[in-house]
């Protein structure tokens, strides 16, 4: 009597099997667990970890210990890989706990549902972790990058973004900004984040490539989250109905939120598997891209979500040309940063506002206050 020839018995094999397999896994880790207990220092779980990243990864990913490494060498975590530990560097600084009170879209909504940059951020990094798992690249890696892309976006998202370029000397690239609050300003001094961690962070957005597939994930991902959350933002603020969706879009891509979500990763993990590059077929890509003109045609520009943008500019750079000429009103707890020229001092300083402490600034500095009798 063979099991191929009894499917029951062969069920019953493959269960024995698995059972094997976690009671072999749960002895290791509880061996492990007994060393470390007993003080043996030679048992690492992060060295265990770097071993299932090479055994189990893809022959694309970008493995931890192959990191190129930090700017200045720290002494490795016995726990946590080197990607691990800059996603939770990331996670703790305040630079992160500022998104939550930064415009997405709609300037500072007073619904509880409309998107901010932080609940952006945790959905590029959930699409982005899903795309990653898939295609057995290194999760740990995409989701750091994913949580410290959008590190340096200004207040009241691109309204902002674009008050800046147009004040400020050298311009302004949320991007750009996300990688210097990586390296210099977070703490006054920087978070010390491995460079493929960082190379992600700068090349999210614009013409070059991160050159790590974990990168390039992040950059499908923060598209396919921002044009979908936006059409529901907009849709439940009244600037879109549903029907006026491209028929195509509706089509190709799905009529719900979560179908054309779902349209997208599967078509990027279909296209990409196996491959050592993250692509969409050209028809989702073509259509996607079609989606995207359409939010700016009729949310990004020129709608009701963006009349108060001219307003938030004014804010931007009132307060750019204020600091611009008191320059000792900046706070003193990026004292070592007054090194550098004043537009710059000024211009980091107000990036990393949230939309309600530059209105708060705003209102001190140019609102008369009331007389109190």
């Given at each position: 009597?063979?099991?191929?020839?009894?499917?029951?018995?062969?069920?019953?094999?493959?269960?024995?099997?698995?059972?094997?397999?976690?009671?072999?896994?749960?002895?290791?880790?509880?061996?492990?667990?007994?060393?470390?207990?007993?003080?043996?220092?030679?048992?690492?779980?992060?060295?265990?970890?770097?071993?299932?990243?090479?055994?189990?990864?893809?022959?694309?990913?970008?493995?931890?210990?192959?990191?190129?490494?930090?700017?200045?060498?720290?002494?490795?975590?016995?726990?946590?890989?080197?990607?691990?530990?800059?996603?939770?560097?990331?996670?703790?600084?305040?630079?992160?706990?500022?998104?939550?009170?930064?415009?997405?879209?709609?300037?500072?909504?007073?619904?509880?549902?409309?998107?901010?940059?932080?609940?952006?951020?945790?959905?590029?990094?959930?699409?982005?972790?899903?795309?990653?798992?898939?295609?057995?690249?290194?999760?740990?890696?995409?989701?750091?990058?994913?949580?410290?892309?959008?590190?340096?976006?200004?207040?009241?998202?691109?309204?902002?973004?674009?008050?800046?370029?147009?004040?400020?000397?050298?311009?302004?690239?949320?991007?750009e900004q996300s990688l210097r609050v990586v390296e210099i300003l977070e703490g006054g001094k920087g978070l010390n984040l491995t460079y493929e961690v960082k190379d992600g962070i700068l090349k999210h957005t614009g013409d070059a490539e991160p050159e790590t597939l974990e990168g390039k994930i992040v950059y499908f991902s923060d598209r396919i989250a921002y044009i979908n959350h936006d059409i529901d933002d907009a849709i439940r603020g009244g600037i879109l109905e549903a029907s006026s969706i491209p028929e195509e879009c509706i089509r190709i891509l799905g009529f719900t939120h979560k179908e054309r979500i779902n349209t997208m990763i599967t078509d990027i993990i279909n296209e990409s598997i196996g491959r050592n590059e993250i692509l969409m077929s050209s028809i989702v890509n073509r259509t996607t891209n079609e989606l995207r003109k359409f939010m700016f045609e009729n949310v990004y520009v020129g709608s009701a979500a963006k009349k108060e943008e001219k307003k938030a500019k004014n804010i931007i750079k009132s307060l750019y040309e204020y600091y611009i000429q008191n320059p000792d009103e900046i706070p003193s707890e990026i004292e070592r940063l007054k090194a550098v020229d004043i537009e710059r001092l000024a211009c980091d300083y107000i990036a990393g506002m949230s939309d309600s402490f530059a209105i708060s600034i705003f209102t001190r500095l140019f609102i008369p206050s009331p007389w109190q009798v």
């Open positions: 009597m063979t099991a191929a020839k009894f499917p029951a018995c062969e069920k019953v094999l493959l269960r024995e099997r698995r059972f094997l397999k976690f009671v072999v896994y749960y002895n290791q880790i509880l061996f492990i667990r007994i060393r470390i207990f007993k003080g043996d220092v030679s048992v690492k779980i992060r060295e265990i970890t770097e071993n299932i990243e090479k055994q189990n990864l893809s022959k694309y990913a970008a493995l931890s210990i192959n990191t190129k490494g930090r700017l200045i060498e720290e002494i490795k975590c016995d726990i946590r890989t080197d990607y691990q530990r800059d996603r939770d560097r990331i996670l703790h600084s305040k630079a992160f706990r500022r998104l939550k009170h930064k415009t997405q879209v709609f300037i500072s909504p007073e619904g509880d549902h409309y998107r901010t940059r932080l609940t952006h951020t945790l959905e590029v990094s959930q699409i982005a972790r899903t795309i990653a798992r898939a295609l057995r690249l290194n999760e740990d890696l995409t989701e750091a990058i994913a949580l410290g892309h959008d590190l340096g976006h200004t207040p009241f998202g691109h309204a902002g973004e674009n008050a800046l370029d147009e004040v400020h000397p050298g311009g302004f690239k949320h991007n």
